[in-house]
Structure formats: C-alpha cells, structure tokens
C-alpha cells in the first residue's frame, strides 16, 4: 500500500485532517494507495504557496525560462511514461496501451506549449486620437484551480496546466477521488524539472470538502473544470460569486452519422471505436449512432457481430478490448440506464449485461451494449450514460439528420461518414457541437481546440487560443504629447 502526501510548496505534507482514503483498483476491487483527504486548511496553505510563487519568483522569470522547464518535463514524462501508465491505468481500469499513448501524447502538450510561451505577443492598437501610443500586454491572471474527473487524471490534468503555466500563472490541481495518484508521480516530475516552489500544487479530496474552498477562495482568480454537469454548474455559481474567470469541459451524447454514401468498413470501425474506446467512459463518446435508413439494417447487422466478438477482461492484459467500469457508482449507473432503455422500449440487440466470474476481478465489467429501435426522444437517446451503450436511431436525409443530431441539450462533438463533400460541408456547418468530424472519430490534439457547445461546457482547451483563456487583455496607454485639461478650468 503506497500512502501519498499532499503536495504543496515542492514539499510532502499530511492533510491537515490527519486522515486519508483508500484508491481501489477497479479490476481487482482492492485497495491499493492511501489518497490524503484535503480539506478548507491545505486548501488555504496550498493557494497561500501559489499566490507566493506567482508574485514571487515565477514571475520575475522570462517566459523562455518558463517554457524551458515544460519543455523539461515533458521529456521527464515521455522518460517515465510508463510507470505513470501503469499508476493511472490501475486507479481507473483503463486499458494499459491507451493509458501508455495518451501519456506518450500527453509529454507533446508541454512540448507545444513549451515553446509557445515567448511567443505570446501583445500588440500596438492603430489609435484614433493623436499623441498618444495604446498597445495590449497579455498578462496571466494569478492562481489557477484545476479540477477533474476520473477518466483520464492526467491528460485531463495537462490540457489545463500546461497553457496555464506557459502563461504564467500557478495552478493547484485537485484531481477526482477516484484517481488522484498519477499526480502525485507527477508532481515528483515538477519537482526534478526544476519549477520553483508554489508552481504546481496538488491537492486531493472530495468535492465539497477541499475544492469547494478553492474554487471560494479570494485568491484564485482562475477555475478550470472537467467532470459532470452538476459539480459543474455548481462551480460556475461558485465562482460567479468572485466574477472568476472560468472554463468548463463536461459532458455529451455525441451523434456519430453515417450516410449510405459512406465508405463502410471505416464507417463501421468508426462507429465502434467512437462508443467503445476507454470502455465508452470520454466525454465524446459517439454514444448516438444515427443511420441512413437504407443502410439501418446491414450496417447494424455488421455492428452487432463485431461486436459481441469483444476481448473483455483485465486491463493490464494487452489483449483485452474493453475494461471494468471505473467506479462502483458508475458501474451502477449504467446498469441503471441499460434498464432504462428496455422499459422505454429500446431494443438490446448486443451486450445488456454485467460480467462476473474467472478473469472479470471484482465483477465491475459491462458488456459492451447496443440499443437499436431507439428514438430520439428516449432517455437512452437524450442522457449521457458514460459507459459502453451504443443507441441507434433511424433518419431519412440530410435536414432529418442535423434535426436529430442538435435535438438535444449537449453539443461536444459530432462525426459524419459520407463520399459527398457536399453532404460533408452542408453538416459541419449545421451541427451544433464544438468538434466535428467527418470520416474520423475521436481525433484531437494540442493544435486544436476542444470544448462543447450549449450544455457540454464553456471555454476551450488545447491550441493557442487556450492560452489567451488564461490570460488578461491590459490595454496600456502612453502619452506621446498629449496635454491633460484641467476639469475646473484654467487658474
Ligand atoms: P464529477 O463532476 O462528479 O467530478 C469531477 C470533479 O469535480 C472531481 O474532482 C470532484 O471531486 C469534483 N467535485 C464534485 N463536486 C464538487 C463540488 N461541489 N465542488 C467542487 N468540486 C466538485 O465528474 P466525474 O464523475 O468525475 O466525471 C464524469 C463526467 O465528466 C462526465 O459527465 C463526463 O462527460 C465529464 N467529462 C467531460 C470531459 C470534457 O472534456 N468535456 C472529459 C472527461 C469527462
């Protein structure tokens, strides 16, 4: 049993509560590490060390210097990619390999944003008044909060912190109470990059109970957010109290849609690897797989077979293709909806089923799930699950499919499968989402950004434009000859 220690200031501290709680494998039920659980007291030491290093010595040094110690650690994270893989695959049960890429990815965000940060330049405003010089400084905005869920902890983690800090702020990460641990091993990393005290904190516990008082406290000037939406609206109130600058990423039910033009067999692996990859547990889950009625019954067919074919088991296992759910509450969750949709009518034609016995460790697996004859008005059709349940529905044309697609409260992402590049084009104007994807699924990166539409979130992650969201506009005016009036008059 490994026992963390709160990380503030470059040191190892016990939470002020003098207690800790137990992170589970989610294969194998068992307790493994001892998360320590912050609470009002470490959250006011960790922003009292943040405040001080952003006042301090982060911000006397240049921008060059700060993206020479991100560039250092992302080499230290593709150096250590997978000893933080194994951690983090076995706090959430994702699988080792996707867990092993996305922290190999993960080292190319501090990379980017490594050699962004002297590159943030400020401009001269074309003035239309005479003798004076107007021109913007982007200034970083002081102490970042970053707070995240479960699914990925450490990406989650880096596409906040590394433009934050390339910006020039200090962040205190509170990672989920499910998987806290990786941060921990990365914050170790921070320490050997050589970042001063104060830059990067972590502090772990529950919601109410340590991030609650970080996203209150007066000298955090910044939220940054990814979980579901009601910890999100809660925090967007919170915040809104201090008028704090805030971005949230939350959930979606993304529409995957595939027109009888579409080249089939990519089609296919599209609309599987969208809902299934990660045990259908990201945000842009294509979870609502919508076919041209032509094709409805074959391509289902096709989808079905594959299907129930899935390697299901340990995620350690290379070959496995579908993990446990992450959290006990999760796993009930979906379960919960699986029932759902059968009372509403849905028809289970693949998977329905928990799986327990020899080579399913606890018993927290699903069957990868399907859900034909569903109707968009459905609430396997209208609410985010987070696990592996695919819905199908049926649509006519073109207008009929972006009715479907927007009909909904969520716009994080869409994909469209088609030939046409005028079916392409007519749909990426038309849905509603903040990543759309025509014959790919599931693509992202550092150079681009990614957020959601209506309820998915506020705000953008990732490309240059995610540093500006951690920034200040100061617009700064100089005299070149420009005479003051006296308001009383001449005296
Ligand atoms: P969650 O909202 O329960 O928890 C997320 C984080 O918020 C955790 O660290 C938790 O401790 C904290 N939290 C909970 N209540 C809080 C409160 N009152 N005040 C402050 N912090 C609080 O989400 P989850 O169950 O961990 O994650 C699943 C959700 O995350 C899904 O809805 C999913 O769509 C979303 N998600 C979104 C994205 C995205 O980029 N859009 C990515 C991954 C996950």
Sequence with gaps: MTRYQLFINNEWLDPNSGRWFPSEDPFSGEAWAEIPRG??????????????????????????????????????????????????????????????????????????????????QGHVVPMDKPKVFNYIRYEPMGVVVSITAW????????????????????????????????????????VEAGFPPGVFNVVTGFGAEVAEPLVRHPNVQRIAFTGGDEAGRKIYMMAAEGFKRVSLELGGK????????????????GALSGVFSAT??????????????????????????ITKGAKIGDPADPKSQIGPITTKPQFDKVMRYIDIARQDGARCVAGGHALSGPGYGAGQFVE?????????????????????????????????????????????????WTQSLHRAMFMTERLRAGTVWVNNYRSSSYTSPFGGFKDSGVGREGGIEAVREYMEPKSVWISTDLKMANPFGAK
């Excluded at 993304?254 to 692996?269: E, K, L, R």
Aim: glycine share 6%; hydrophobic share 45%; charged share 25%.
């Design 368 to 416: 990868p799930t399907i859900f034909a004859g569903v109707t968009n008005d459905m609430r396997i059709a209208q609410e985010e699950v987070f696990g592996p349940v695919l819905s199908v529905l049926k649509f006519r044309d073109e207008e009929d499919a972006v009715r479907i697609a927007n009909d909904i409260r969520f716009g994080l992402a869409a994909a469209v």
């Design 151 to 190: 699914n990925s902890s450490l990406s989650l983690t880096t596409w906040k912190m590394a433009p934050a800090l390339c910006a020039g702020n200090t962040i205190i990460c509170k990672p989920s109470e499910y998987t806290s641990a990786s941060l921990f091993e990365l914050a170790k990393l921070t």
């Design 254 to 269: 993304s529409p995957n849609i595939v027109f009888d033009d579409a080249d089939m067999d990519q089609a296919v692996h």
């Design 39 to 120: 609470d009002a007291v470490d959250a006011d030491r960790a922003v009292a060390a943040a405040a001080n290093a952003f006042n301090g010595p982060w911000s006397r040094m240049s921008a060059s210097e700060r993206g020479m110690l991100l560039y250092k650690l992302g080499s230290l994270i593709e150096r250590d990619a997978q000893k933080l893989a194994e951690i983090e695959s076995r706090d959430n049960g994702k699988l080792i390999g996707d867990v092993l890429g996305q922290v190999r990815y993960m080292a190319k965000y501090f990379y980017y944003y490594g050699g962004l940060a002297d590159k943030i």
């Design 280 to 305: 259908g547990q990201t945000c842009v889950a294509g979870s609502r797989l919508l076919l041209q009625e032509s094709i409805h019954d074959e391509f289902l067919q096709r989808i079905v077979d």
